[in-house]
C-alpha cells in the first residue's frame, strides 16, 4: 500500500507507476515507457573534485560489498612526454576521497569511472546463459537470480567495472540506478556529486541538456577503439587516461 | 521393427548402416532382411540415443523460466525485480517539499548545486516518515574538508584550502555558512 | 599491498583460479588422444595400433573429468544446467555444454561401443553375477556377432572417427576461442589463439598416451614395441614442431606490433611469467623435448635411451603444455587493462579452488582409467593371455 507520506517522497510521476512496480510489472506502468529513454551518463572531468561522494552515495544506494565499486574515482598524474605512462593511483576506490599528492607539477586530475553501459557491450556478448542484459531503455544490467558466477563478463568487460560478489557469488556491477530512473530519480551518483560533475543523460529525450551538451563541447569515450559503443560520455578527458 | 523407421535420427542411422553394409559393386541397393538384421544393435542404440534427447528436450522445456525471451535473451521479470530494488536517496525534490526554507537559503549561495544528501546522507526513510531515522547534523571539521581540502589534482578553479592552514581546526561554520558559504562583505577574513 | 602500480580496483582480485588451467589442459589432452587414436582408425598408421583402444580409454577418462574443475569453480555451481536450457548464442561459453555433449555420447562413447561391441557381447556371456549384468546392459540386447554385423560395426566406427577428427578440432579449437575472443584482453585476444590451443593439445594428447602405453607395458611385463613408440615420437615432433612454429609466430608478431599494451605483457613475461613461460614453457617444455627427438630422428641411438628420452620427453612436455595453460589463463588476468599495473596470484593449499582440488582433479582421470581398463581390456587378445 501507498502510504500518504510514501506518496509525499516519491515523485507524482512515480508515485503513478508504484502500484505497478508493487506488482512486479513497471513496464506497464502509465508513465514509464522503457521505449521512449536511452540512457547514458555525461561525466566532466574538468568538474571533478575527487570527494568521493558518488562512490560513498553508490556504496549505501546499492548495498555495494567493501573493497568492491560500481563506480570509483581515479587520480591521474601524468609529467610531460608522451611516452612516459601515468601515475594512477585510487586508494580504496576513493571513498574516502584523496590524501595530498606526492607529486608536484605536471598535469593531474581526477576521472570518475563507472559502467559505460556499452550499445555493444561485450559482457553481454559473453554471459552464457542471458543472466548479464540490455533492458529496451538502454541499461546494462545483472539477473542476479540467473547468473550462475562464471565470471566471463568480469573477463571480457575492458574497463574493469565488474566483480563477482562475494556473498551472492554472482556478477555485480553499475546498474545505473535502474531502480531510481524508471521512478524519475537520477542516480544516487549524480544525485551527490556536488559539482555537477556526472549527469545521468536521457538521449531519446529531445529536452534533455545532454544534446546541446554533445553539440558544443568535445566529448569521448573510454577505449574507443574497441568499439564497445560505451555511452558513458566524457568531456575533457585527458588522453592518458585508460 | 519397421515402425521405428519413422523416427527420423534413426532412419538416418539405418541409411548409415544400410549403405555401410552394402557390399561394394555388388548387389542391388535395396534394404534386404539380412542388411537389416545385422544393423539391428544400431537402430537399438539410435532409438535409445533418441528417446534421451526427447527426454531432454522435455526436461529443458519445463525448465526454461516462463518470462525468459520477452524482451531479450534474458529473464524479463529480471526487469521488474531490478526496478523494485529499495531506494535509499530520497532526491533533493523531495526534502524541498518540506525543507523550503532551506532551499530558499541555499539557492542564492554557492552551494545551490550541492544537493541536501551529498552531505546529510541517505534520507529514504527520513522521507517516508520524517519522525524515524532523524538525520544527524554533520561535523563541518570534517564535511567541508571532503571537497574543500586543497589537492593537487583538484580544479584550479575550485575552492580550496589547506584546513590546518586556514582554520587551525576550528568548525568551518564558525565563519561560513555551509548552506551558503560565502561570507558577508561586512565579515571580511580578519588578516 | 598485493599488486604493484595501478590496476582498476576490481580487478585485483583474480577471477580465474587454477582450476581454469586444469579445465583446457584437460580438454587438449582428450583431443589430442582422440586425434592420435584416429590415425590409426582414419590414416591406417600400423604402428600406432597397440594405443589405439588406450588412447581412446584415454580420451574418455579425461573427458569425463573435464567439465569438473568448471563446475567447481562457479559461484552458483547448482545453476550450471542453465548453459542447456537458455544457451546464449553470441557466447563462446554457452557452446560448451553442447559441443563436450556432442563429443562424449557421439563421438568417443559411440567409438569405443562399436571397437567393444564384440569384446562386451563374448564377456556378458562369459562373466557371471553383477559382472555379467552390466555387460548384457552394454550389450542393448543385441548380441549378434555375424560377419556382416561386425563389418557394420566397423563402417560405422570408421564415420564416426571421421566425424571425430573434426568434432575433436572443434573441441579444443573452441576452447582457444574462449579466451581468443576476449578483445578486452589483449594476452588473449589473437586469432592464433584456437589454432595454438589445438596444436597444443595434440602435442600433450600423443605425450600422456605415449607416456601411459610405456607405463602400461612395464605394469604389465610387456616388452615395449618400439615400432609403436618411436611412430609416436614421430608425430609427436611433427606436431610439437607446428605447435612451437605458431606460438614463436605469436611471440613475434607481438613483439614486433609492439601495440598499446606490449611494454606491459613483456614486463610481465620478463618478470612474473619468466619461470613459468620462458624456463617451463618454452625452455624445458618445448626445445628440450623437440630437439632431443629431432637428434633421435636423425643419429643412431640405442633402445634403451630412446626409451628413457622418450619418458624424459613426455613427461616434460606435459609439464611445459600444463605451464602453457597457466601462462596463458593466469598470465592473463595478472596485468590491469589498464596496462599500468600487476597483481599476483595467490592460490591456497586446501580450498574449493585451491591446489589439492587441482591436484585431485589431475589424478582422477587416471583412477577412471585404470576402472576402465578393468573393464574394457585394451589389450589385444593374445596379450591379455600372455599376461595372465
Known sequence: MITRRRMLFLLPAAAIAYPYVLAGTPESAPNYGSAKHWWGMLLQVDKCIGCGNCVRACSAENNVPEGYYRTWVERYHVTGGPEDSPKVDSPEGGIKGFPPSPYTGGKNFFVPKMCNHCVDSPCTQVCPVGATLHTPDGVVLVDEKYCLGCRYCVQACPYGCRFLHPVKRTAEKCSLCYHRITQGLTTACCENCPTGARQLADLKNPDDPIHEFLRTHSVQVLKPHLATGAKAYYHDLDGSVR | MLNVTDDFPVMTYFCLTYKAARKPGGGLPGVSLATFKDAEHIVRLAVASAIVLVIFLLVRAHFIPKSFGQYGHYRGDALAELTAKPIHYAGHQTCEQCHSDVLDVKKMGKHAGVNCEGCHGPQAKHAEDPGAGKPVLPDTKVLCARCHEANLAKPKNFPQVVTADHSGGEACKTCHQPHSPLLAPGEKKKS | ?388
Open chain 3, 1 to 388: 599491498m598485493p599488486f604493484d602500480g595501478f590496476m582498476y580496483p576490481n580487478e585485483v582480485e583474480l577471477q580465474w583460479s587454477v582450476l581454469i588451467v586444469v579445465y583446457p589442459f584437460l580438454t587438449g589432452l582428450v583431443a589430442g588422444a582422440f586425434i592420435l587414436a584416429s590415425l590409426e582408425r582414419i590414416f591406417h598408421v600400423e604402428a600406432v595400433k597397440p594405443t589405439y583402444r588406450l588412447a581412446l580409454l584415454t580420451a574418455l577418462s579425461f573427458l569425463l573429468v573435464a567439465p569438473l574443475p568448471l563446475q567447481l569453480h562457479l559461484g552458483r555451481p547448482e545453476r550450471s544446467l542453465e548453459m542447456y536450457l537458455t544457451p546464449h548464442t553470441s557466447s563462446a561459453m554457452a557452446m560448451f555444454g553442447f559441443v563436450y555433449l556432442w563429443y562424449l555420447m557421439a563421438v568417443i562413447l559411440l567409438e569405443i561401443w562399436l571397437e567393444y561391441r564384440k569384446e562386451i557381447v563374448l564377456l556378458s556371456q562369459s562373466t557371471t553375477g553383477l559382472k555379467r549384468q552390466m555387460y548384457r546392459l552394454l550389450t542393448l540386447g543385441s548380441s549378434n556377432l555375424s560377419e556382416g554385423a561386425l563389418k557394420v560395426d566397423d563402417k560405422v566406427g570408421w564415420v564416426v572417427s571421421l566425424i571425430g577428427i573434426p568434432s575433436a578440432f572443434l573441441l579444443h579449437g573452441y576452447v582457444g576461442f574462449i579466451f581468443g575472443s576476449i578483445k578486452a584482453n589483449p594476452w588473449w585476444n589473437t586469432p592464433l589463439m584456437p589454432v595454438v590451443f589445438l596444436f597444443s593439445a595434440m602435442v600433450s594428447g600423443i605425450a600422456i598416451v605415449l607416456l601411459i602405453y610405456m607405463a602400461t607395458c612395464k605394469l604389465r611385463h610387456i616388452k615395449i614395441d618400439m615400432r609403436c613408440v618411436d611412430t609416436i615420437a614421430q608425430y609427436l615432433l611433427y606436431t610439437f614442431i607446428i605447435d612451437f612454429g605458431l606460438e614463436m609466430l605469436d611471440l613475434i608478431h607481438r613483439i614486433y606490433e609492439a601495440d598499446e599494451s606490449f611494454h606491459s605483457l613483456n614486463f610481465m613475461m620478463q618478470t612474473k611469467l619468466f619461470f613459468s613461460q620462458v624456463v617451463l614453457q618454452i625452455a624445458l617444455g618445448t626445445v628440450v623435448p623437440i630437439l632431443t627427438l629431432g637428434f633421435i630422428q636423425i643419429f643412431h641411438v640405442p633402445e634403451k635411451v630412446r626409451k628413457l628420452c622418450y619418458s624424459i620427453c613426455g613427461a616434460l612436455t606435459i609439464i611445459g603444455i600444463f605451464a602453457m595453460r597457466w601462462n596463458v589463463v593466469i598470465g592473463g588476468q595478472l596485468f590491469s587493462k589498464s596496462f599500468l599495473g600487476y597483481t599476483t596470484y595467490k592460490v591456497d593449499l586446501i580450498s574449493r579452488e585451491g591446489e589439492l582440488i587441482a591436484a585431485g582433479l589431475l589424478l582422477l582421470p587416471f583412477i577412471i582409467l585404470a576402472v576402465m581398463v578393468k573393464i574394457l581390456p585394451p589389450w589385444p587378445r593374445d596379450e591379455v593371455s600372455a599376461a595372465d
